[in-house]
């Protein structure tokens, strides 16, 4: 969903060329995955164009090539640091650092509220974007 919406963001604005966005799971569970249902009908009622994804395990190749790796949840960030270490170049952040705010995104695998994750992703996003900006 943030890739989605992040790139939408970026496409609004005329930057694609300057970013290149991407997303990968920190666990296995999702691996090998299109996007879900609940996740399709978020972004078709916001209207947030979206491509088709497969789920992928992050590496330490993406901790090397990217600026920035932005995690949901503190699950994320347990997990990631065991598959790339400790984060010495600080690129690994919290999706809603970027709007103040120390908490997780709204997980809907536990909530089953889709709508509620969109909101706290488009608000993150929309920060980190502006952020990016700066």
Known sequence: ???????????????????????????????????????????????????????????????????LIICMDDENLEHLERIVGKDSDGKVHKLLEYCGETRDVADPWYTGNFDETFDD??????ALFDFLNR
């Open 121 to 126: 992703v488009k608000r993150g996003c929309e």
């Open 1 to 67: 969903m943030a890739e989605m919406v992040f790139k939408d963001i970026v496409r609004r604005n005329g930057r694609e060329g300057d970013f290149s966005i991407d997303s990968a799971a920190t666990d296995y569970d999702a691996i090998g995955c299109g996007i879900h249902r609940g996740t399709r009908n978020a972004l078709v009622r916001n209207q947030i164009p979206f491509s088709e994804h497969i789920a992928r395990r992050v590496t330490m190749d993406d901790y090397v090539s990217s600026d």
